[in-house]
């Protein structure tokens, strides 16, 4: 299986910071990787897919670069509702596998 | 309204069995890839199994591999999860999730259900 690692595993920020989560892969997986967001009690939410494409209906403060095994999620102007936990996801092998996730706070 | 509804959770004691069933409204339910995933208490997300809309291609987790069983019934518009053996490990909120598709080969959970509480102990 393709390992995920995230991080940092918790990050604390205020209302208008700029945070990046980084997301490493244990092989090369392309830019076969996806981004969510996950709140508690609800479902997660797809941010981005294939590492760089912002799903319909996020909003574009949300980004995500890279390719091979090293991706960056990176939020510009944190808003209120941006804080919860965050989770890469890879789909180069169909045995799909998720980061450890990032808990984001509010400083 | 495009939505799956999960249910079947609840207390269960080791080595018991359980079968978790998903409800699809809303969309095409025989085109789309279905994927379990599971959220342990205080833990982070973890995929499980994987059944094409045909089940031409089911894939488990290692975690879960001979000991649960997915299927699907297209003519009802549900799937299942028998769940066996059960361990305290297995302990989990248990979502199901549709597989979006754009240009053939970019994959990611797409509709994802509010999840069921599965809870294995004695």
């Known amino acids: 299986d393709i390992q995920m690692t995230q991080s940092p595993s918790s990050l604390s920020a205020s209302v208008g910071d700029r945070v990046i989560i980084t997301c490493r892969a244990g092989?090369?997986?392309?830019?076969?990787l996806n981004w969510y967001q996950h709140k508690p009690g609800k479902a997660p939410q797809v941010l981005i897919y294939?590492?760089?494409t912002l799903q319909s209906g996020v909003p574009s403060r949300f980004s995500g670069s890279g390719s091979g095994t090293d991706f960056t999620l990176t939020i510009t102007n944190l808003q209120p509702e941006d804080f919860a936990t965050y989770y890469c996801?890879?789909?180069?092998?169909?045995?799909?596998?998720f980061g450890q996730g990032t808990k984001l706070q509010i400083k | 309204e495009v939505q799956l509804v999960e249910s079947g959770g609840g207390l269960v004691q080791p080595g018991g069995s359980l079968r978790l069933s998903c409800a699809a409204s809303?969309?095409?339910?025989?085109?789309?890839?279905l994927n379990w995933v599971r959220q342990a208490p205080g833990k982070g997300l973890e995929w499980i199994s994987y059944?094409?809309?045909?089940?031409?291609?089911?894939y488990y987790a290692d975690s879960v591999k001979g000991r649960f069983t997915v299927f699907r019934d297209n003519a009802k518009n549900s799937l299942y999860l028998q769940m066996d053996s059960l361990r305290a490990e297995d302990t989990a909120v248990y979502f199901c999730?549709?597989?979006?598709?754009?240009?053939?080969?970019?994959?990611?959970?797409?509709?994802w259900g509010q999840g069921t509480l599965v809870t294995v102990s004695s």
């Open positions: 999730a549709s597989l979006g598709v754009a240009r053939s080969y970019y994959e990611w959970f797409d509709l």
């Open positions: 809303g969309f095409t339910f025989s085109s789309y890839t």
């Open positions: 059944i094409t809309g045909s089940s031409s291609a089911i």
């Open positions: 092989q090369s997986i392309s830019n076969y």
């Open positions: 294939a590492a760089s």
């Open positions: 996801q890879q789909s180069y092998s169909s045995l799909y596998t």
